[in-house]
C-alpha cells in the first residue's frame, strides 16, 4: 500500500483526537524534504538570530498551532518562510 506524500505543513489538519490523528498518519508520510528540513540543527554558526515584531494574538494562534503539530513554533515559522522562499523563487 503507498501511502500519500505531505508535501508542505499546511496539508496536515487539525485533529480532534489522537485516534483520529493515528488514522491520518495511517495512509499518510511526510516527504524526505519536509523530514529534512524540521530537522534542527545544532551548528549555531548555520543561523543568525533576528527580531520580529508581531502581533501578541497572532503570535499565541501560531504557538497553538505549532503544539498541535508537535513542532516548536519558531521551526514551523522557518519551515513557513523557507517553503515560501522556494515558490517565490520557482
Not at 35 to 48: A, G, K, P, R
Not at 70 to 78: A, C, F, V
Request: proline share 3%; charged share 25%.
Amino acid at each position: 500500500m503507498s501511502l500519500a506524500v505531505v508535501t508542505d505543513l499546511e496539508n496536515i489538519p487539525f485533529f480532534a483526537n489522537l485516534a483520529e490523528e493515528a488514522q491520518f498518519w495511517e495512509t499518510h508520510q511526510l516527504s524526505p524534504g519536509l523530514m529534512q528540513s524540521s530537522l534542527v540543527s545544532t551548528n549555531t554558526n548555520e543561523s543568525t538570530t533576528i527580531t520580529l515584531r508581531m502581533d501578541p494574538r497572532m503570535l499565541s494562534r501560531l504557538k497553538r498551532l505549532a503544539r498541535q503539530r508537535y513542532l516548536n513554533y519558531q521551526s514551523m515559522l522557518k519551515q513557513w518562510v523557507a517553503e515560501r522562499l522556494e515558490k517565490e523563487l520557482d
